[in-house]
């Protein structure tokens, strides 16, 4: 299986991944973007942090299974899902929404989870604690609510995934894992 998930930035996907992976033995897969680290994040782990030009050169070797440009970076997967995938193995990525349903309609046994956020007002104070610019905030205002947006296409759509307990959320997840295993 595939496990997919999408959201606003801020909303918890993290937390949901690390769930995924801890609790329930699926292995992540590490996406790549252009994008500069932020405070805490490991590259290798969070995200494989490259120039704009080595993403390009992997377009154009076809050796990415997914990408998207959005926020002013590339994001996108490498041949190791295509891999994972075709051989079976329980994975879980986090991908912008448009970009899972794209993967969700070339694959099989994909489940998409959308999480939301208890409130714009919430979420718009945690992406101001991250000091992006006032454009950058701009973009990631305008990118939620596409995330909001494509959130009906999606299999499972967690509320106010951002201040759910942990202990819940894992709940959810064997739940949401069980009914479309």
Do not use: C
Request: glycine share 6%; hydrophobic share 40%; proline share 2%.
């Amino acid at each position: 299986m595939l496990l997919i998930v999408s959201g606003p930035s801020g909303v918890g996907k993290s937390r949901l991944l690390d769930l995924a992976e801890q609790a329930f033995g699926f292995r992540r897969v590490v996406p790549l973007t252009t994008r500069s680290s932020r405070r805490g994040e490991r590259a290798g782990y969070d995200y494989h942090f490259v120039s704009r030009e080595q993403f390009r050169q992997l377009i154009v070797d076809d050796l990415l299974t997914a990408w998207d440009y959005v926020l002013g970076n590339y994001y996108g997967y490498g041949k190791d899902l295509a891999e994972g995938i075709r051989s079976g193995q329980n994975i879980v990525i986090q991908a912008l929404s448009r970009m899972a349903i794209r993967i969700a309609a070339a694959s099989s046994d994909v489940l998409l989870v959308s999480l939301k956020p208890s409130s714009d007002l919430l979420l718009e104070t945690r992406l101001t604690e991250r000091n992006y610019s006032t454009s950058e905030l701009t973009l990631r205002r305008a990118h939620w609510e596409e995330e909001i947006e494509l959130s009906s296409l999606f299999n499972v759509v967690i509320d106010n995934a951002d201040i759910t307990p942990t202990a819940e959320l894992t709940t959810t997840l064997a739940d949401v894992i069980n009914r479309f295993a």
